[in-house]
């Protein structure tokens, strides 16, 4: 949350603060591994690889810029301890709906003083610090992908509470549609679409996997249909619309990804090093937009540029590993929602955003746990009287 709230910061150490805390803490995790060792789970695989093959480019001098490889193992580093102290913490199901229900409020929170701020603020994160940016700087995101990239990662959480929560049903069903309308907001297109594909996704899966009731979940999704309605309607589609339906939605981007295609062919096996991208992309660039192209707007392109071809494909099993997973717990969807976002955009680009997914990830590995007793939430009572007898 720290990490979240000081992203607009113009400076490294907000990240070096998070980083410092992250390392601490997975210190003492794996020292306390002796009494309750930690489970692996593949993920553990490519994050591990990820900061030796770093380390490897950077001590053999097979990187770009030796300095941002620097930055970028610290970046990897950063999610594999994310990922160890995860996988520690939530072999307790309590501690994992604990911080699930932390993570939902936060963002309900970040959400509201988004909207708030967008069309109040002038620019200026949290109505006080000025920025170069006079709109879509979304609460303390100053890239509104960024921002729809955190909403994506914990809205399905919240849908899950406001179509299986009998007794707080409207509260979560309200702060889903605050945090889907802030998106809209926002303006990203990727964001409008997977959120919105959320939306839709969420109760389908719980009606179909879960086993509830035909009339639970179309109640529940009428109150939810009905406030996201309402709220998108307050929070302004049209400028949103104006950009889904734009002559050329795929602008520079298609440039990005020819010049991309051609840095990974040309380093297929080794890469350029780690963070690197930005500082070779210019040998190869078709395009001058009068700016400095910062990433390839294509995280699962630019694994493959840095690293290698085969470095990328290792990368990218972390999504693959956390489909079955994502599904079958409902609420883990927005894993793949971001990782999706990944190929239009570049949410793991930092540290401090790319940790809440990895977090999530963390939480899959013991999902087949929770979901035996999700489903018997959701059994009818006879059935759950039949199991208790047997």
């Not at 699930?100 to 988004?114: D, I, K, L, P, Y």
């Not at 303006?187 to 996704?201: F, K, N, Q």
């Not at 630019?302 to 693959?320: K, R, S």
């Amino acid at each position: 949350m720290f990490s979240v709230a000081t992203l607009w910061v113009p400076a490294y150490w907000p990240t070096t603060i998070f980083q410092v805390g992250i390392f601490a803490l997975a210190g003492t995790t794996v020292l306390g591994t002796h009494r309750h060792p930690i489970r692996f789970a593949w993920p553990f695989v490519p994050l591990a690889f990820a900061v030796l093959w770093g380390i490897l480019q950077w001590s053999t001098g097979h990187t770009a810029y030796g300095f941002v490889t620097r930055v970028a193992i610290l970046k990897w580093t950063t999610f594999l301890c994310v990922w160890t102290i995860g996988v520690k913490l939530f072999h307790d199901e309590t501690a994992a709906r604990w911080y699930r229900c932390a993570m939902v409020w936060f963002a309900f929170s970040v959400a509201v003083v988004a909207t708030l701020q967008l069309y109040t603020s002038a620019g200026a994160v949290f109505w006080l610090f000025p920025t170069p940016y006079s709109d879509n700087v979304m609460g303390p995101f100053l890239s509104r992908n960024d921002f729809a990239a955190f909403i994506e990662v914990v809205l399905p959480i919240v849908l899950y509470r406001a179509v299986s929560d009998d007794h707080d049903a409207t509260l979560y069903s309200t702060m889903a549609a605050a945090m889907y309308a802030a998106v809209i907001a926002s303006t990203s297109r990727a964001g409008v679409i997977l959120t919105t594909l959320e939306v839709l996704l969420v109760p389908l899966l719980i009606w179909i996997r879960r086993g509830a009731s035909h009339r639970a979940v179309r109640a529940a999704v009428l109150k939810l249909g009905c406030l996201v309605a309402v709220l998108t309607l307050v929070a302004g589609p049209d400028a949103v619309w104006r950009r889904l339906t734009t002559a050329d939605p795929f602008a520079i981007r298609r440039e990005l990804t020819a010049s991309s295609w051609h840095m990974a062919a040309e380093h297929a096996l080794i890469g350029t090093g780690l963070g690197t991208w930005a500082t070779v992309y210019p040998q190869y660039a078709t395009i001058d937009v009068g700016a400095r192209m910062n990433e390839a707007h294509n995280d699962w392109l630019q694994w493959a540029v840095e690293g290698g071809i085969p470095f990328g494909i290792l990368i990218t099993t972390l999504f693959f590993w956390s489909l079955r997973a994502a599904f079958r717990s409902v609420w883990g969807v927005g894993v793949v929602a971001v990782f999706l976002h990944a190929a239009f955009d570049y949410p793991f680009a930092r540290a401090t955003l790319g940790s809440w997914p990895i977090l999530i990830l963390a939480m899959l590995v013991y999902v087949k746990k929770e979901t035996a007793a999700a489903s018997a939430k959701f059994a009818p009572a006879a059935a759950v009287s039949l199991s208790e007898r047997n």
